[in-house]
């Protein structure tokens, strides 16, 4: 079956660098798994709370200048939280990624996942480098980033 994305995730969508919009217009065509753009371009003030939240980590989120998205699994009419569908996701967000030539980073491991033989095991190694350095990792699963390295953006940035 193929999904389309929906008036709502088309805006938000919008409003991001056009690359990260290539790769998920071209995404939701190839996905088995249904999904919906829940937050794209976030304000400080949102940052903020989401920070004060434990939601987000940090006040350099690449959201705040249009170069972060973040999916929901969209099944049955509500997303869904299930983390096997977000790996699905994240093969086809990898899949578009690399049709495009455009380097995301997924939020599930923190790495440009276009060269990821095996998202699942970009996952173990993600989670045991930040257990050896005594961190707890930060599996988010829904998000998807354009590589800071080779899309770098200044805080408040528009995209």
């Given at each position: ?99 495009l030539d455009i380097p995301i980073v997924w939020g599930a491991c923190w790495t440009v996942i ?46």
């Open positions: 079956m193929a999904y389309q994305l929906g008036k709502r995730s088309r805006q938000r969508l919008a409003k991001l660098h056009q690359d990260l919009q290539r790769v998920i217009e071209r995404a939701i065509e190839i996905v088995g798994v249904d999904f919906t753009v829940m937050e794209g371009l976030r304000t400080l003030a949102r940052q903020k709370v989401l920070v004060e939240k434990g939601a987000s980590r940090t006040f350099n989120s690449r959201h705040l200048t249009g170069h972060a998205c973040d999916l929901g699994a969209w099944v049955g009419g509500s997303v869904r939280w299930d983390f096997g569908l977000y790996v699905k996701i994240a093969y086809a967000v990898r899949q578009a990624a690399r049709e276009n060269d990821e033989a095996d998202l699942e095991d970009a996952i173990a190694r993600y989670v045991a480098r930040k257990r050896q350095q005594g961190k707890t990792p930060l599996l988010d699963g829904p998000h998807f980033q354009l590589c800071r390295k080779c899309y770098p953006a200044v805080t408040g940035e528009a995209a």
